[in-house]
């Protein structure tokens, strides 16, 4: 939804004194094997759900399906995405807000985000692969007027960002503050970026789809075990570290606990 001008103009000072808010693009558990997953289409869907797939898409190269998508509309506002990446043996659960235009409190977000990797923990007594790897992703984003204002939130709302200039026309950061779990490093990767997301929109004079650019600001955290560690991991006992790491982040305004 686009915040027009004069309304984040009005209401800057009040976005300043009162709770900052973000909407949720997507929440994510990515999980890598160093073996084929014995994937079972659609059932894995349901487990996580418990409702049937409302839309499958394929992707190919050559004849060869690369890419498997189950789409699951849970409600108007949300829909359920398991992306079976087979040549990479990579397995992505996504909680997708694609018609959401509610801001959320780190409160409400941080709700959503644990209620989501616990309906995960379901599947995962169904794995008899090797998972190596497991990422644990919090994507938010405010739609704004211009990249201006975009900085100016972030400024006053973000602590790594009070004392910047306070005329600046973009923002792009990346932190990394990683910490040991059962001696595997887990990177807590934090960045904030002005950018765009793009959207599909019917043209009611020619009742043809069109792409809407947004301009946003957005922040991204992705808690995920060390790319280079290869054996097979607990998923249980790191994703409950994982979990545990994005909730204190978000919790903490999107900043790392001192």
Known sequence: ??????????????????????????????????????????????????LDISNEMTQEENGITTQYVE?????????????????????????????????????????????????????FNLFDENII???????????????????SLLKHNVSYFNNIDDDLDEISFRSNKSY??????INQVIQYANGQKMSLVIDPQMGIPKA?????????????????HRSKLDIKDFNSSLKNSVLTLIKNGGSYVS
């Open 212 to 228: 809407n650019i947004q301009k946003n600001i957005l922040m991204n955290i992705d808690v995920n075990t060390d790319a280079g």
């Open 133 to 151: 790897r497991i990422g644990n992703v919090v994507e938010l984003s405010i739609p704004i007027e211009n990249e201006k204002i975009g900085c």
């Open 71 to 123: 789409i699951t509309n849970l409600d108007h506002n949300r829909q359920f995405n398991l992306v079976h990446i087979k040549e990479q043996n990579v397995i992505d659960l996504q909680l997708v807000f694609e018609r959401d235009e509610k801001y959320y409190s780190y409160a409400e977000i941080a709700k959503e985000v644990e209620s989501f990797f616990s309906q995960n923990e379901a599947l």
């Open 180 to 185: 040991i779990y059962n001696n595997i490093k």
């Open 1 to 50: 939804m686009l915040i027009p001008l004069l309304f984040v103009e009005i209401n800057f000072i009040r976005l300043i004194m009162t709770e900052f808010k973000w909407q949720i693009d997507t929440i994510r558990t990515v999980l890598f094997s160093n073996e084929k997953f014995k994937f079972k289409k659609k059932e894995w869907s349901k487990i996580v759900t418990g």
